[in-house]
């Protein structure tokens, strides 16, 4: 049966932006770019047309004083290959995504409907709105060709080739088509209820900005896209503990609504993240055992998250429905009700909450003239109205929303991708065999943000400094809860036993080779305190450019 009119509505707002759909990070990114230049709100583009590559082709055929020797062939190669973002790359149905976003303006070149962000830009955007100082920075180096005033673009004088080529054709076929904030979807920004994970993405995605005038712009917004999809991994995964004890406790934690920032609370959150990840990549190993055991931990928890979700949703229904009968005063200054306001109405309200979900309940019952077995055991629980509604929600709908919260989480933690922290055997579905890894590649973002240090002085400027590996793999376990060298105190582990000390030390020799492969690792001697991680970059008083 499908459950008709807003029976089965899932998501809200106040716990995830996200459709929960498959993302690919280069159309969440594309997406923001349009969210930085219309403060926070979608573009809304007029062009009837879709771009194809030969329409890109063309741009650049058509202006040889400008792109001076490219011939048909050669230039329809390089914009297919490195210039754009493609769906179903290499397939018959392939097709122009739109433009890679190495470029602010690069938005108004996409095909809206080949290139979907799944809510998530908005969800990027309303945690990076925590903090101006990270969405200025943001702007400033998508957008640092263009005037915001007159939106005439200077190309500066180091500007690589594919950016030159995407400014390029928002110079000839920009005038071509009118770009507004589309106005129909205002912005609605509810309070996080653990504000930790807004907090600690805006500081690496500062720290990583900081090395933009050391390393190539392709390079940097790579490590951006990492850095996006492993934020919102966190965040949702971090979401997937604090929301089903919210609702036991039937409030959400003070300290997370403001970011544990008192000293005896800091990084204490009790529904932080811990990981134990896979160094060395290679299935069937004790340390891959140990990593599947924490991935299943994760993975065994969505079902709960999408109950929690349905009753953080349903308590909101709830809730309008009380202020549309005069029951409830509305929140001051908005329409909406965050999270943390419908969690109250599982204590107040008590005759109208059975009533309303009574009703509901019963119109599920009606829509379905033989009530199949497992729905009859639901009914006969003797549960309350809310607990029954809720149920019946899961027994149609739950499978539904957890196969794709799993798509999209995987998509989160870049399976299969340059960056992942996630693997999992090809052509195999089943959550056991996932493990949690780090890729070398979100090692580079990790270590690029964590070797900034404060200054000498007192100017508030960061410098590059070495680590030490113990120092390192310590904050990769407070800050990120990424466990190499130890297992997590909780989520499904309680201390290493003896066979795991073996484990440990094979993920620790690995971590240290990998360190070595990405040219990070100075190997002074076997004795623990000397093993020094370097900087690629060096940033400081005594800059000198790249050091590897």
Request: aromatic letters at 8%; proline letters at 5%.
């Amino acid at each position: 049966m499908a459950l008709s009119g807003s029976l089965g509505t899932f998501h809200h707002p106040g716990i995830s932006r996200l459709d929960y759909k498959t993302l690919d990070m280069d159309r969440v990114l594309t997406g923001l770019l349009a969210r930085l230049w219309h403060q926070g709100m979608p573009s809304k583009i007029n062009r009837s047309n879709e771009l194809t590559v030969d329409v890109f082709v063309k741009l650049f055929l058509d202006h040889p004083e400008v792109f001076d020797g490219f011939d048909r062939e050669t230039t329809t190669r390089w914009v297919s290959t490195h210039l754009l973002d493609m769906v179903n790359r290499g397939r018959t149905t392939e097709a122009v995504a739109g433009p890679r976003p190495l470029h602010g303006l690069t938005y108004r070149f996409r095909n809206k409907r080949k290139s979907r962000p799944y809510g998530a830009d908005e969800q990027l955007y309303e945690m990076l709105a925590t903090d101006e100082g990270a969405l200025d920075q943001l702007r400033d180096f998508f957008f640092s060709d263009v005037d915001r005033a007159t939106a005439e673009i200077t190309p500066g004088t180091d500007t690589d080739v594919e950016t030159q080529a995407l400014l390029h054709l928002v110079k000839q076929a920009g005038g071509q088509m009118r770009d507004r904030p589309d106005t129909t979807r205002p912005r609605t920004p509810y309070p996080a209820l653990c504000a930790e994970p807004a907090r600690q993405l805006c500081q690496d995605v500062l720290r990583l900005l900081y090395h933009q005038d050391h390393m190539p712009r392709t390079v940097l917004v790579d490590y951006l896209k990492i850095l996006f999809a492993f934020h919102l991994a966190l965040y949702h995964l971090r979401m997937m503990k604090l929301l089903p004890a919210a609702i036991e406790a039937g409030s959400a934690p003070a300290t997370c609504r403001t970011g544990h920032q008192d000293a005896r609370t800091a990084d204490r959150c009790p529904h932080r993240v811990r990981l134990f990840v896979d160094v060395e990549g290679l299935p069937g190993t004790p340390a891959a055992a140990l990593a599947e055991r924490s991935a299943g931990i994760w993975y065994g928890r969505i079902t709960r998250f999408v109950q929690a979700t349905y009753q953080i949703k349903k308590l909101d229904e709830f809730s309008e429905n009380l202020v549309k009968s005069q029951k409830l005063s509305p929140p001051v200054g908005r329409s909406y009700f965050t999270p943390a306001e419908v969690l109250r109405r599982l204590s107040t309200h008590p005759k109208e909450r059975e009533a309303f979900f009574l009703q509901r309940a019963t119109r599920v019952r009606d829509e379905e003239k033989d009530l199949p077995p497992e729905l009859k055991q639901i009914t006969q629980l003797g549960l309350n109205a809310f607990d029954e509604y809720i149920e019946m929600l899961m027994h149609y709908k739950g499978s539904y929303y957890r196969s794709y919260f799993i798509d999209c989480l995987d998509s989160m933690l870049l399976k299969h991708r340059p960056g992942a922290l996630l693997a999992q055997p090809r052509g195999r579905r089943d959550s056991a065999v996932r493990r949690f890894v780090l890729d070398a590649r979100l090692l580079e973002v990790l270590l690029q943000v964590s070797l900034l240090r404060e200054g000498d002085d007192d100017s508030g400027n960061l410098r590059t400094a070495p680590m030490r590996v113990d120092e390192f793999l310590t904050l990769l376990r407070e800050r990120y809860g990424i466990h190499i060298d130890q297992l997590p105190d909780g989520d499904g582990f309680s201390g290493a036993h003896l066979d795991d000390q073996a484990a440990l030390r094979a993920n620790a020799a690995a971590f240290l080779s990998r360190l070595r492969e990405i040219g990070y690792y100075q190997d002074m001697s076997d004795a623990y305190l000397t093993q020094t991680i370097i900087p690629r970059y060096t940033i400081g008083a005594a800059t000198m450019g790249a050091t590897a």
